[in-house]
């Protein structure tokens, strides 16, 4: 994740006024969406927090190793390896299935 702060402001509008169609941009300047786009313009963005980057990392192993087990539980699997194709098979066959 990046350190480096995004210092503009975020807004709806962006998208609509480049698109340059004369009927967007009329419908754009109705008196709601001119309030809607200054408060837009006056929003800031909060900073996120400094520890929302090792709880994600801590939530996202959770379920990953939930779902697979711990570390220490998992079996390796043990492969054969083809010596005239060069592909991997299951120790299970006597021969490469390729």
Wanted: glycine share 2%.
């Amino acid at each position: 994740m990046s350190d480096e702060k995004d210092t503009q402001p975020l807004s709806i509008f962006s998208q609509r006024d480049d698109l340059g169609d004369e009927a967007i941009r009329l419908d754009a300047d109705s008196p709601e969406d001119q309030e809607l786009r200054a408060l837009f313009h006056r929003w800031s963005v909060p900073e996120t927090p400094a520890s929302l980057d090792s709880r994600v990392i801590m939530t996202y192993r959770q379920q990953i190793f939930s779902r697979e087990g711990s570390p220490e539980e998992r079996q390796e699997i043990f492969m054969k390896h083809c010596s005239t194709c060069q592909e991997e098979f299951a120790n299970k066959f006597s021969f490469c299935p390729v």
